[in-house]
């Protein structure tokens, strides 16, 4: 990059700021402070700046909702991929992505889902999403031996129980839902998890 370039990049900002930016208004206060004029007053750059990264409001409304799929929707789809010698380890897995912010980022998950309630092209977006990751839920118990329907069931159940968690915004230690986390995985899979494996999951959360 030139040093005239490079002047320019950080007189500006750059679009990863502005997009950072935007997730917490988004998260903090909803899809409508997410305005360039207020988010340009925030980090002291003009709306200038903004136009030489985004075209326009919807643009940067896009990256959000880009942001949203690699902090939710792929780390959970790797999750119900992720190498498992047992079914209970595979689930496990899963609750582990789940539990944690650093894999599947939940305070945006929520914001996104308020989002959809405004806005009937990212309500869309969100069933399509709902519905490739409900599909990755069934493929995966689906390897493990269940038919078709019990496979979609329990993926329902597996999928509802999370997304519930999120949108009643509940709020427990971890020491609690590690006491739950044996019986959600005999109700998600059938069978319980061995001490071993659990004793793997916690170290994982640690």
Same mark, same amino acid.
């Given at each position: 990059?030139?040093?005239?370039?490079?002047?320019?990049?950080?007189?500006?900002?750059?679009?990863?700021?502005?997009?950072?930016?935007?997730?917490?208004?988004?998260?903090?206060?909803?899809?409508?402070?997410?305005?360039?004029?207020?988010?340009?007053?925030?980090?002291?750059?003009?709306?200038?700046?903004?136009?030489?990264?985004?075209?326009?409001? @919807?643009?940067? !409304? *896009? /990256? &959000?909702?880009? %942001?949203?799929?690699?902090?939710?929707?792929? $780390?959970?789809? #790797?999750?119900?991929?992720?190498?498992?010698?047992?079914?209970?380890?595979?689930?496990?897995?899963?609750?582990?992505?789940?539990?944690?912010?650093?894999?599947?980022?939940?305070?945006?998950?929520?914001?996104?889902?308020?989002?959809?309630?405004?806005?009937?092209?990212?309500?869309?977006?969100?069933?399509?999403?709902? @519905?490739?990751? !409900? *599909? /990755? &839920?069934?493929? %995966?118990?689906?390897?493990?031996?269940?038919? $078709?329907?019990? #496979?979609?069931?329990?993926?329902?159940?597996?999928?509802?129980?999370?997304?519930?968690?999120?949108?009643?915004?509940?709020?427990?230690?971890?020491?609690?839902?590690?006491?739950?986390?044996?019986?959600?995985?005999?109700?998600?899979?059938?069978?319980?998890?061995?001490?071993?494996?659990?004793?793997?999951?916690?170290?994982?959360?640690?």
């Amino acid at each position: 990059m030139r040093a005239e370039d490079q002047q320019e990049t950080g007189w500006r900002g750059s679009p990863e700021l502005w997009v950072g930016a935007a997730y917490e208004a988004l998260i903090e206060q909803g899809v409508d402070a997410v305005r360039i004029q207020t988010l340009g007053e925030k980090l002291k750059l003009s709306r200038t700046s903004f136009y030489w990264f985004f075209k326009d409001r @919807a643009a940067l !409304l *896009a /990256a &959000l909702l880009d %942001m949203w799929a690699g902090r939710t929707t792929a $780390p959970l789809i #790797a999750a119900s991929t992720a190498y498992a010698e047992t079914e209970t380890e595979a689930m496990l897995n899963l609750i582990a992505c789940f539990l944690s912010e650093q894999s599947f980022d939940s305070r945006l998950e929520f914001a996104v889902r308020g989002w959809a309630l405004q806005d009937q092209k990212v309500l869309e977006v969100l069933r399509r999403v709902d @519905a490739e990751r !409900l *599909a /990755a &839920l069934r493929a %995966m118990l689906e390897r493990w031996g269940h038919d $078709p329907h019990d #496979a979609d069931v329990r993926a329902r159940t597996i999928y509802l129980v999370q997304i519930g968690y999120i949108s009643m915004q509940t709020r427990e230690t971890l020491e609690l839902r590690f006491a739950r986390v044996p019986n959600y995985v005999e109700i998600f899979c059938g069978r319980r998890p061995a001490e071993n494996e659990l004793a793997r999951f916690r170290a994982s959360l640690a």
